[in-house]
């Protein structure tokens, strides 16, 4: 709903875009089950114990990064600042990003939690334009580092805590760069869950896209 200036009369009108409250339900609930049905698809198709488990979490974004819906069921401790990963990602690849592309990122300076929680970030486009993002991810079992598990409460620097991960592409206009993830999972000592659960997180965003395309059409 957005408000106009009636010039003639100097009053505020309401323009015809207001939705009704059946409306507005039902889009809403739409929107949280794209989250939940993501949720369900890595819960299905994860390879680590540790996503299995449920530390996981899915968020649908705004085309500017802002959180408009998360998983009912997802691990909630993890949720609140998802969004810092889509904002980083727009930052990171302003102009350059394509449909298709998805990026992995776990940087705490950029709005992760801690390094084992790993996220992937997927643009939504709607007639080439985007319209949205999605944000998917859980905790890794290890990330590297000089423990197992990576959480050494002995460190005094962050270089310690495994591979630090800014926003790079994992998948390029739907073409998978596996060299990169390669790069990623060989610092960690389960690099075959690391791509197992990167791909599960990967399919949850196609999940987003054709429910939201669904919705949409």
């Known amino acids: 709903m957005s408000l106009d200036n009636d010039e003639s009369s100097g009053a505020l009108k309401m323009n015809s875009s207001e939705l009704d409250h059946v409306t507005f339900e039902v889009i809403k609930n739409s929107l949280m089950n794209v989250a939940d049905l993501m949720g369900e698809q890595i819960l299905r198709t994860c390879h680590s114990m540790v996503f ?5 979490s899915s968020t649908l974004c705004d085309r500017n990064g802002d959180t408009v819906t998360q998983g009912s069921h997802d691990f909630y401790a993890a949720m609140g600042n998802m969004h ?61 580092g000089t423990v197992p ?20 592409r994992v998948w390029g206009a739907g073409e998978y760069r596996a060299d990169t993830v390669r790069l990623i999972v060989s610092n960690t000592r389960s690099p075959d869950d690391a791509e197992g659960d990167i791909f599960a997180c990967a399919e949850a965003t196609l999940v987003a896209e054709r429910e939201l395309t669904r919705l949409i059409g």
Do not use: C, Q
């Open 84 to 144: 810092f990963h889509a904002k980083a990602v727009l930052d990171a690849f302003a102009g350059d990003i394509r449909e298709g592309d998805i990026y992995a990122i776990n940087d705490p300076y950029l709005g992760s939690t801690h390094f084992n929680d790993v996220r992937l970030v997927r643009p939504l486009f709607w007639e080439g334009e985007m319209i949205a993002l999605v944000v998917t991810g859980g905790h890794w079992a290890d990330i590297g």
């Open 149 to 168: 598990g990576s959480l050494d409460a002995t460190l005094s620097e962050y270089y310690g805590e495994g591979l630090r991960i800014p926003p790079v």
């Open 52 to 56: 299995y488990a449920g530390d996981y």
